[in-house]
């Protein structure tokens, strides 16, 4: 798209999978407030784990990406929000994360 100059709509980004939510004017802040609520149950630490190791594969390579990533995935691991994801889910209720 951007070698050739093509520009597209909302509608198109979204059938793409370059976005994964429209909205109209008139909804978007409620939209953008919905997704943050959304956003803000997900527990925090895997969260910020993956935003590093985004960041990290981005900025840095690859390689160092994949190695903070896998740093993240010790972390996590040694959490009490994994617990509660796991006993949520064999629970069939929705988890409550609290950072820890």
Not at 6 to 35: C, H, Q, W, Y
Not at 41 to 52: D, F
Not at 61 to 84: H, I, P, Q, Y
């Amino acid at each position: 798209m951007i070698l050739f100059s093509k520009t597209i709509d909302a509608r198109e980004a979204l059938e793409i999978g370059l976005v994964n939510r429209v909205s109209s004017p008139e909804n978007l802040m409620d939209d953008a407030l919905e997704f943050a609520q959304e956003l803000a149950e997900r527990p925090p630490i895997a969260v910020s784990c993956v935003l590093k190791a985004m960041a990290a594969g981005e900025y840095e390579g690859l390689d160092k990406g994949l190695d903070v990533e896998a740093e993240g995935s010790v972390r996590v691991r040694e959490t009490k929000d994994r617990l509660e994801g796991f006993n949520a889910f064999l629970g069939k209720r929705k988890p409550v994360f609290t950072g820890e």
